[in-house]
T-cell receptor, first 116, second 116 residues
């Protein structure tokens, strides 16, 4: 069974601080995908990044960066110089092939509050 | 290019009633998955449809059923509503996983169901 753990349920930071959201996953598969989604108060899930299990290169996109480490089964997400607009719930998710079809398991989410 | 469209956006039902939620997938996507997101929780997988058949199912009772139409749109039906069914119901569309061609999910904005 696959599992995604986001140990931080809520984080508050002051604007312009850096913040890291942790994600630890469990899977028996060698081929899988990891995702981060952002859910603003409006409710929709906004795709941020997809990383496959064979690519451990870290990625940076503007103020966002992701650190994927297979050795520790972690896929952490860092926001640099946080802004109020970053306030949202962030979900880490794991996708595996199940019976030929994609199945995605989400973590419980980390609520980030950026204080002006 | 339209994304995933869900209707209605909000719904209030009485315990014991039945409800139908609708989803139109993103253009080019042929697979629809449904998720239930209770307040303060991550999305929980309900089921997935491809080629008008249910291909995978999460741990949800038979009161939850679905359908996929030839145009790939989908419905989620919930019978005998319980107070605990109150949640945000998210639809996600994707292309069938083929090899490593995993395009990830595109989510709709969800339907907020309140059971009173």
């Amino acid at each position: 069974a696959q599992k995604v753990t986001q140990a931080q349920t809520e984080i508050s930071v002051v604007e312009k601080e850096d913040v890291t959201l942790d994600c630890v996953y469990e899977t028996r598969d060698t081929t899988y995908y990891l995702f981060w989604y952002k859910q603003p108060p409006s409710g929709e899930l906004v795709f941020l990044i997809r990383r496959n299990s064979f690519d451990e290169q870290n990625e940076i996109s503007g103020r966002y960066s992701w650190n994927f480490q297979k050795s520790t089964s972690s896929f952490n997400f860092t926001i640099t110089a946080s802004q109020v607009v970053d306030s949202a719930v962030y979900f880490c998710a794991l996708s595996e092939r199940s019976g030929g079809y994609q199945k995605v398991t989400f973590g419980i989410g980390t609520k980030l509050q950026v204080i002006p | 290019d339209a994304g995933v469209t869900q209707s209605p956006t909000h719904l209030i039902k009485t315990r014991g009633q039945q409800v139908t939620l609708r989803c139109s997938p993103k253009s080019g996507h042929d697979t629809v998955s449904w998720y239930q997101q209770a307040l303060g929780q991550g999305p929980q997988f309900i089921f997935q449809y491809y080629e008008e058949e249910e291909r995978q199912r999460g741990n949800f009772p038979d009161r939850f059923s679905g359908h996929q139409f030839p145009n790939y749109s989908s419905e989620l039906n919930v019978n005998a509503l319980l107070l605990g069914d109150s949640a945000l119901y998210l639809c996600a569309s994707s292309s069938l996983w083929t090899g490593q061609a995993n395009y990830g999910y595109t989510f709709g904005s969800g339907t907020r169901l309140t059971v009173v």
